[in-house]
């Protein structure tokens, strides 16, 4: 009997040293994001990481996944609901809810100072945006500024800067409602296909031209593009977000710093994302691309005419949403 004792108690001991090994090894997780190795936005995610690391004591180590490596933004959006994908930083698609696509609203900030109010993580929009994404079982945590977004030409239209005139060219647009519509506002034909196909599109003639990036983003295509008109349709805000059921499994000490780590990437890179944007656009003309000014009085006109004809339809997608966050004026 003492031995049947003694032995019991020998496997429970080791038991509960396996399963002490086991708790503390590290969470092992992986983000994503849609640049290149070498990136702005890589070495501002390898830090992010690295710091969730040292504040976790090594807890959580997470592995990075450039470049679409994990697949494209919209695939990622429903790996990390799922819990396939802990984390991923890049936009949002809108096919699975439409109201996503108010963090694209056409037209609403036109400076860098007007941007860092209306995008900034403790904003109406970024609270309605995580409001929305909530029902599907995603957790926002931060952001990252990217740029104003821009069109990329084959070739120069006529008028490039009056949206009344027709420009006779067939441009790609990201698979989003309020794309189209703007393409369509400013005298182009939208043709809605992701990013990797566009950049096959451009290459083939299916395209003439690219709306839905920036100066910076367009980089990759300067073989095909020779133009590019800086309309700042858009501003592009890239959100830092993880599957919600694994942040309410944190503990809170630990959710605290995750939020502090995104937080601090994101106020880091609202201090360099202006300039950055400047040496996007100066790249461009490096590499053989004109940049056809827009005025002031052009801009203000493309403005008024996508306000009026591209905000109404989006609020009815939507609804009260779109009115108590943009003002819908």
């Known amino acids: 009997m003492q031995k049947t004792v003694a032995a019991m108690i020998a496997c429970l001991a080791i038991a509960l040293c396996a399963n002490g090994r086991a708790g503390a090894e590290p969470r092992q997780w992986k983000i994503g994001h849609v640049r290149p190795s070498g990136s702005a936005v890589d070495a501002d995610v390898h830090r992010l990481v690295e710091r969730i690391a040292g504040a976790t004591n090594g807890a959580i180590s997470i592995e990075v996944y450039p470049g679409n490596r994990l697949g494209d933004y919209t695939v990622v959006q429903e790996r990390v609901s799922v819990g396939d994908v802990e984390m991923f930083v890049g936009p949002f698609g809108s096919a699975i809810d439409k109201r996503l696509a108010l963090a694209f609203t056409p037209f609403w900030v036109s400076t860098w100072d007007e941007a860092k109010r209306v995008y900034a993580s403790d904003s109406l929009l970024f609270q309605q945006m995580a409001l929305f994404l909530e029902a599907k079982n995603i957790k926002l945590i931060g952001g990252w500024p990217v740029y104003f977004g821009g069109i990329a030409l084959t070739r120069k239209p006529a008028h490039p800067g009056n949206p009344d005139i027709s420009k006779e060219m067939i441009i790609r647009v990201p698979p989003v ?79 605290t710093a995750i939020t502090a780590a995104a937080r ?41 005419k996508v306000r009026k004809t591209v905000w109404p339809e989006m609020q009815k997608e939507i609804g009260d949403a779109f009115v108590q966050v943009t003002g819908g004026k």
């Open 264 to 304: 601090e990437m994101e106020t880091r890179r609202w201090q360099v994302a202006e300039a950055g944007e400047r040496a996007g656009i100066e790249q461009l003309k490096k590499a053989g691309v004109e940049v056809i000014d827009v005025s002031a009085g052009e801009h203000a006109i493309m403005k008024a």
């Open 177 to 255: 409602r309020c794309f189209e519509l703007t393409a369509k506002a400013l005298g182009f034909t939208p043709y809605p296909i992701t990013w990797t196909y566009a950049k096959l599109g451009l290459k083939t003639g299916m395209v003439q031209g690219i709306l839905g990036g920036g100066a910076e983003g367009y980089l990759g295509l300067t073989e095909t593009i020779r133009h590019y008109l800086p309309v700042k349709d858009h501003f592009e805000y890239w959100f830092v977000y993880m599957n919600l059921n694994l942040w309410n499994g944190l503990p809170e000490k630990t959710q």
